[in-house]
């Protein structure tokens, strides 16, 4: 068994959360549940401290087994699909991380 995990951490500035949420949300979180993620947080109203992106963002982080299986959600033909979804609802910059499990 692995000592990391891996994280996908999402900052999204959302221009319509209505559609965003009854398009790209809706189509994504099952397939984050199905290529191995969970979600941790998943919050509105960032207040950005430092730096220039993410004041008043969407913040999503996800919890996946490791990097692999966050990369197969990501390049997988389902997620090609759903990410359209987003275009034009929301400026999004995505992290991918691992870290030591705590």
């Not at 990391?4 to 189509?27: E, N, Q, V």
Request: glycine letters at 8%; charged letters at 25%; hydrophobic letters at 45%.
């Amino acid at each position: 068994m692995s000592d990391t995990r891996c994280y996908m951490l999402i900052t999204a500035k959302i221009h319509d959360r209505d559609a965003f949420i009854a398009g790209y949300a809706k189509a994504t979180a099952p397939l984050v549940e199905r290529f191995g993620g969970r979600y941790v947080l998943r919050a509105p109203g960032a207040d950005l401290i430092e730096g220039d992106f993410g004041d008043g963002a969407s913040i999503a982080i996800s919890e996946w087994p490791d990097k692999a299986a966050a990369l197969r959600f990501w390049n997988s033909p389902e997620y090609s699909k759903a990410k359209p979804l987003r275009a034009g609802l929301a400026d999004v910059q995505v992290l991918l991380v691992e870290a030591p499990k705590l």
